[in-house]
């Protein structure tokens, strides 16, 4: 895929990724079920329901019914866990669980888009300490992701204080582009699933990504791009390693790069002239 370097006299634009299925092969928040199991936060009976789920959303997604269902379910289920708990349990897992589920081509994108100039924005249903972390991981410039309720002693309430789903993803995304300067029309957005209808609609170029059948069907009427991502891949095993450093570091890089090039040239010449002689 050709990017463009952007023009920085122009306003700024991001691309906005969703998480599951489009960026990692499975579900972010159910791939730790077994983590919170051995980690005492959950029973036996209820890790088996999240893998079920995590078995019904990789054979055909799930629709809003579905979603809404896992939510209130996950909401209950969260009730009286330690945040702090589960911060250190998905900091102890994370490599093991998300690195090798990171799509190649997800990765790739992500590269491409912040060589381009641009700003990398995943959006997400999944609960902020899962998802701020894959973020930093991943090189995110910023997270979008449901926020839970907590009490004054730490733990969850069961209560939703933001759900990012829907309508809700497309609202951030223009709230964020009004606070940081993006010019929606040129930003990119990426997603497997139509219940994100309304964040592909909000940017000027959408992408469907290993889309479920309605999206399919919605992207072929509106002629948006139908991208196949299929090759999940550590990060550290990819060529070149999947690192990218912060733009200032991206400078400094640039500044060592050109002066060890003089420094070659210099020595070169200072051996012409030796030679010579």
Known sequence: ??????????????????????????????TFSKSFYQGGLINRRAALRT?????????????HD???????????????????????????????????????????????????????????????????????MLGADRVVATRMVVGDDGCFTGE?????????KAEAIKELAESEGYDLSRCYAYSDSATDLPMLECVGEPHAVNPDRALRREA??????????????????RLPAFSVPPRPALVAVAAIGAAAATAGLVWYASRRRATAV
């Open 66 to 136: 579905q979603m809404e269902r896992t939510r209130e379910y996950l909401s209950a289920l969260v009730r009286g866990w330690n945040v702090q708990q589960v911060k250190e349990i998905v900091a102890e897992t994370l490599h093991e669980l998300i690195d090798p589920l990171i799509y190649d081509e997800a990765a790739s994108l992500i590269e491409e888009h912040h060589t381009a100039g641009r700003d990398v924005v995943i959006v997400s249903t999944s609960g902020a300490e899962v998802v701020e972390p894959i973020g930093e």
């Open 51 to 63: 893998a079920y789920a995590q078995f019904v959303f990789l054979v055909g997604g799930m629709d």
């Open 220 to 237: 072929l009427a509106r002629g948006w791009p139908i991208l196949d991502f299929h090759r999940p891949v550590r990060l550290k095993q």
């Open 160 to 168: 939703v204080e933001y759900y990012a789903y829907g309508p809700t």
């Open 1 to 30: 895929m050709l990017m463009v370097v952007e023009n920085h006299s122009l306003p700024r634009t991001a691309a906005f990724f969703d998480l599951d299925k489009t960026v990692i092969a499975k579900s972010s928040t159910l």
